[in-house]
């Protein structure tokens, strides 16, 4: 069965370092997705991506973070400069529409500010 | 702020009980909706997705009331691997932005 693949699971980082989260989506999908998840709160949505361009995104996303899909199969998140409070768990997803389509998980990168 | 509310829990059941969870949601344009199973420190996994008819899936039921705004999922016959915590979701009218509720924690106990 097609996952959505995620790497590193675990990064750590000093404050004020760039880092970037990888993700493969399931071949076949065409709607890419980041959420966080803060340890003990609730998962939320960052932005959602779809022909090369993002197409939704939160008030969380500001310009400190960006997306790419660098090549066919690869889909990252960036954080140009951590800070503290952005130690959370990152997840990647992806569907295959919008609307009543189900959205597939990645098993997460774990990322920790120090 | 569109939200989602869940029960808070946690909730401890017997093996073999049926639990009842439920979920409401303030943005009266949203379109579809799912149930989420998350396991400690996983991804968030596709229980079911919630369909105005209601609809069953073995032990699972789920159930949406878009008057009310309510959704609920039932599990009947409780297992040990029924231990997770639930989520329910819900996508905006462009269904691209999900919400996802605080979850509800369930232990079944043996």
């Known amino acids: 069965e097609p996952e959505v693949t995620q790497t590193p699971s675990h990064q750590v980082t000093q404050m004020g370092q760039e880092v970037i989260l990888r993700c493969v989506p399931i071949s076949n999908h065409l709607y890419f997705y980041w959420y966080r998840q803060i340890l003990g709160q609730k998962v939320e949505f960052l932005v959602s991506f779809y022909n090369n361009e993002i197409s939704e995104k939160s008030e969380i996303f500001d310009d400190q973070f960006s997306v790419e899909r660098p090549d066919g199969s690869n889909f990252t998140l960036k954080i140009r400069s951590t800070k503290l409070e952005d130690s959370a768990m990152y997840f990647c997803?992806?569907?295959?529409?919008?609307?009543?389509?189900?959205?597939?998980f990645g098993p997460g990168t774990r990322l920790t500010v120090t | 702020r569109k939200e989602v509310e869940q029960d808070p829990g946690p909730f401890n059941v017997p093996e073999g009980a049926t639990v009842a969870f439920n979920c409401t949601y303030s943005n009266s344009a949203s379109q579809s909706f799912f149930w989420y199973r998350q396991d400690c420190r996983k991804e968030p996994k596709l229980l079911m997705s919630v369909y105005s008819s209601g609809n069953e899936d073995g032990r699972f039921t789920a159930q949406l009331n878009r008057a009310s705004q309510y959704i609920s999922l039932l599990i009947r016959d409780s297992k040990l691997s029924d231990s997770a915590t639930y989520l329910c979701?819900?996508?905006?009218?462009?269904?691209?932005?999900?919400?996802f509720g605080p979850g509800t924690r369930l232990s079944v106990l043996p």
């Open positions: 997803a992806s569907s295959k529409g919008t609307g009543y389509y189900e959205q597939y």
């Open positions: 979701v819900v996508a905006d009218n462009y269904g691209q932005n999900f919400v």
